[in-house]
T-cell receptor, first 113, second 113 residues
Framework: SAVISQKPSRDICQRGTSLTIQCQVDSQVTMMFWYRQQPGQSLTLIATANQGSEATYESGFVIDKFPISRPNLTFSTLTVSNMSPEDSSIYLC??????????FGPGTRLTVL | GENVEQHPSTLSVQEGDSAVIKCTYSDSASNYFPWYKQELGKRPQLIIDIRSNVGEKKDQRIAVTLNKTAKHFSLHITETQPEDSAVYFCAALSSGSARQLTFGSGTQLTVLP
């Protein structure tokens, strides 16, 4: 399976600021996704990152709050904008294979004060 | 959209006993069902998956069964060991071009030595 890395691994941020999370894969992949995992909860899909076009957002998530870039088939970024304490979560990227299997990055643990 | 329900939310078993976690899904067109194991502070790891054209799949101590008619699937872990302690998530792949995973709420499995 692909090797997936995320940066930063964790961060503590002040409310009102923004944080950009990077996801890097060691091989070209068709599908990349961004998830949020709130403390003690399951995984919730934020959006599908589409290469060369706008991301596809799930209900409850909007581009102004979570802008996503995907400039090529190995890299994507998720920005959490104008943060509030409610944004404190783990943010995970995942990559999908042609067989629909998804593999997850190590996650970014975000704390907003 | 797809809805996945998972039970139980917590499960404690004695080492050596079996553990069973059950999930139901709503979209009869879903055709791919992975199971992930997430240890504390780690990323979700795919442990086994099943497609809708088979009823059962086994990998050493882990097996998954699928009942398409009833729209439910189960994870079976035999001869449990303390290192099996983790949160387990089931998921279902939605039909259509989106190819998104919808996750269950998770089961905290504790194997008591």
């Amino acid at each position: 399976s692909a090797v997936i890395s995320q940066k930063p691994s964790r961060d503590i941020c002040q409310r009102g600021t923004s944080l950009t999370i990077q996801c890097q894969v060691d091989s070209q992949v068709t599908m990349m996704f961004w998830y949020r995992q709130q403390p003690g909860q399951s995984l919730t899909l934020i959006a599908t990152a589409n290469q060369g076009s706008e991301a596809t957002y799930e209900s409850g998530f909007v581009i102004d709050k979570f802008p996503i870039s995907r400039p090529n088939l190995t890299f994507s970024t998720l920005t959490v904008s104008n943060m509030s304490p409610e944004d404190s979560s783990i943010y995970l990227c995942s990559v999908g294979s042609s067989t629909d299997t998804q593999y997850f990055g190590p996650g970014t643990r975000l704390t907003v004060l | 959209g797809e809805n996945v329900e998972q039970h139980p939310s917590t499960l404690s078993v004695q080492e050596g006993d079996s553990a069973v976690i059950k999930c139901t899904y709503s979209d009869s067109a879903s055709n791919y069902f992975p199971w992930y194991k997430q240890e504390l502070g780690k990323r979700p790891q795919l442990i086994i998956d099943i497609r809708s054209n088979v009823g059962e799949k086994k990998d050493q101590r882990i097996a998954v069964t699928l009942n398409k008619t009833a729209k439910h699937f189960s994870l079976h872990i035999t001869e449990t060991q303390p290192e099996d302690s983790a949160v387990y998530f089931c998921a279902a792949l939605s039909s259509g071009s989106a190819r998104q995973l919808t996750f269950g709420s998770g089961t905290q499995l504790t194997v008591l030595p």
